[in-house]
């Protein structure tokens, strides 16, 4: 039975909800130009996704200019769905009313940390594989959650920080806002801000720049 439809029909009913909008997505060319434009990946975790594993969900995010104001990341085989708005805090729940807010751990010190990765490959690849290996023998405990749900358990506070060597904006720009408005820190591994770099390290904000400084290129 499809639990869920295609890739394409995934962001298909966008451009109709809100016309003349530009997207920008993982399957097709972007549709239009302006200051305001929707960044969407229509199943994030797509191995998990063909492999059965639930750990796989649809990214929407709304930018302005070079900002994302809002967002929503919606897991329906694991039923939990997160979304922010710029001002208005993070929240879950699979409901408006039956939202709760979220936010970031207050965890100061990279010995009490907990991280959590997608896989080892691309750090290797990207030069920075010493500098994550030593982060990772650093910090309190490692587990590789993977794709949007790391980004989701910082916003949550159940972890403390969550990096990848090697991301696209539509894999990003909807974790950032959330990330953002729950307390925490989003940037590319060179510490520029937002979703816009091609890689990320998500944080409580307490842990940010150390860590970015122990996965600088070697």
């Not at 029909?9 to 305001?36: F, I």
């Not at 991280?115 to 030069?127: C, N, P, Q």
């Not at 972890?159 to 820190?185: F, K, T």
């Not at 989003?186 to 979703?195: E, I, K, R």
């Amino acid at each position: 039975m499809r639990i869920w439809p295609s890739r394409t029909r995934c962001a298909a009913p966008l451009p109709r909800a809100v016309p003349g909008t530009p997207v920008h997505g993982e399957e097709r060319a972007d549709s239009g130009q302006g200051p305001r434009r929707w960044i969407v990946d229509p199943i994030d975790g797509t191995a998990n996704y063909v492999r059965g594993v639930p750990v796989w969900a649809t990214l929407i995010g709304l930018a302005v200019e070079d900002k994302v104001v809002a967002s929503v990341v919606s897991a329906p085989a694991l039923r939990r769905r997160w979304w922010a708005a710029e001002g208005a805090g993070a929240w879950t729940g699979t409901s408006l009313l039956k939202a709760r807010p979220i936010h970031v751990s207050g965890v100061s010190r990279l010995e009490d940390a907990f991280l959590s990765y997608s896989s080892l490959h691309g750090w290797v690849e990207s030069g920075r594989g010493h500098g994550f290996g030593e982060l990772m023998r650093t910090v309190w405990r490692t587990r590789a959650f993977g794709d949007f749900w790391s980004y989701m358990l910082v916003a949550e506070g159940v972890v403390d920080l969550a990096c990848e060597p090697d991301l696209n904006l539509h894999d990003m720009a909807a974790l950032d806002v959330i990330v953002r408005e729950a307390g925490g820190r989003f940037t590319s591994l060179d510490g520029a801000d937002g979703p816009w770099g091609p890689n990320a390290m998500a944080s409580n904000g307490l842990l940010h720049e150390e860590a970015l400084e122990m996965v600088q290129e070697s």
